[in-house]
């Protein structure tokens, strides 16, 4: 998935690869809970929800809403209404938030719960079990701040993913987990995290900022460079799909001792 309200960006992702396209409405509360973090509030609207809408099949595009309250009915309609294909709820926690969702969607798109409170996460059995909920994110960085952890990849090494991941599998829901960076870039590179994607049983990632960079004056990929980092990605995770348990587990060693270095270095 890749964070855009740019048609033109937007447009290059579908034909680099990108599965789904996300145009992010998401701003109440965001401020206060992650403040002072290196985070980005995208900012985005309804009104780029329509033009997004305008250049991608409608199945390529995720909305992500604002925490359900009394607005939230109105929210899923005008976004359905502009060309949402798939509704993204974030901080819910526990099901009861996803059913009113199911319910005001009414089938007419995909419906994705982004668990990251410690509630979801607590009652993530329940969650799994919610008819018409598409598939679930787990959103490691509102979920490491909820759980007061130093670094959000930790939650990777302290058994709370590997948790989350066996409910949903043991409910065959689909989910993917977090973010991922360009290949040979990040804290913990994108290619040691993918170990984890591949052992959990994860189909999905939000691609980073770095995914942005790199074009004309700092500017967001052209659709030729976007493409060939997408196919990098891809390259990777074939590859580790394609490993020994014995070769697995070593890079996921190689992981956890990176995860840690970042932990103790506060």
Partial sequence: MLITNSPVTA??????????????????????????????????????????????????????????????????????????????????????????????????CGVIGLLETAEAAQRVGDVARVAGLSRVHVGL???????????????????????????????????GIGGLARVGEGLVPAENLLCEHVALGSSGAILSRTFHRGGIGGGALDGAALGAEVKRLRAAIRERRSLSAAALAELRADTVARIRRVVDSG
């Fill in 141 to 175: 960085n509102d979920l490491h701040l909820a759980l007061r952890r130093r670094f959000m990849f930790e939650l990777l090494i302290d058994g709370t993913v590997p948790r989350i991941a066996e409910a949903l599998r043991a409910r065959s829901m689909p989910f």
């Fill in 11 to 108: 447009a290059n992702a579908v034909a680099s690869d990108v599965d789904l396209v996300f145009v992010d409405l998401e701003i109440k509360g965001k401020q206060a809970r992650q403040a002072g973090r290196s985070t980005v509030i995208s900012g985005h609207t309804l009104d780029d929800v329509a033009r997004v809408s305008a250049v991608l099949p409608r199945d390529r595009l995720l909305v992500r809403l604002n925490p359900w309250d009394a607005d939230s009915s109105r929210e899923v309609e005008a976004a359905i209404e502009r060309g949402a294909g798939h509704l993204m709820l974030p901080m819910f926690r526990g099901p009861e938030e996803l059913e009113l969702l199911v319910r005001a969607v009414d089938r007419r």
